[in-house]
Nanobody, 115 residues
Framework: QVQLVESGGGSVQPGGSLRLSCAAS????????MGWYRQAPGKQRELVAVITRDGSTNYADSVKGRFTISRDNAKSTLYLQMNSLKPEDTAVYYC?????????WGQGTQVTVSS
């Protein structure tokens, strides 16, 4: 069983930045696609960004140019750098690791963007 623990959420004003971290209990980055998802109140969970085993990245159109997903294999940690935050980015952000067999989720971290 792989444990994923997110951190770095909080409250920020529009235009501000936050960096989310996701620490994995074991180094799965070489065999799993890792991603960040978010769920706003009353809405379905949606993909924010993914990074594949070979390092390829993909982003939701709504965050392209503002968010950057990255990983540190030595620290078994996934990151999401969020810049130019908007009120519509307010949500619980979840870390995910998946392959053909397994699908792991973290517990989520709240991000609130408000003036």
């Amino acid at each position: 069983q792989v444990q994923l623990v997110e951190s770095g959420g909080g409250s920020v004003q529009p235009g501000g930045s936050l960096r989310l971290s996701c620490a994995a209990s074991t180094n799965i980055f070489s065999i799993y696609t890792m991603g960040w998802y978010r769920q706003a109140p009353g809405k379905q969970r949606e993909l924010v960004a993914v990074i594949t085993r070979d390092g390829s990245t993909n982003y939701a159109d709504s965050v392209k140019g503002r968010f950057t997903i990255s990983r540190d294999n030595a620290k078994s940690t996934l990151y999401l750098q969020m810049n130019s935050l908007k009120p519509e980015d307010t949500a619980v952000y979840y870390c995910n690791g998946r392959n053909f067999i397994n699908n792991y989720w973290g517990q989520g971290t709240q991000v609130t963007v408000s003036s």
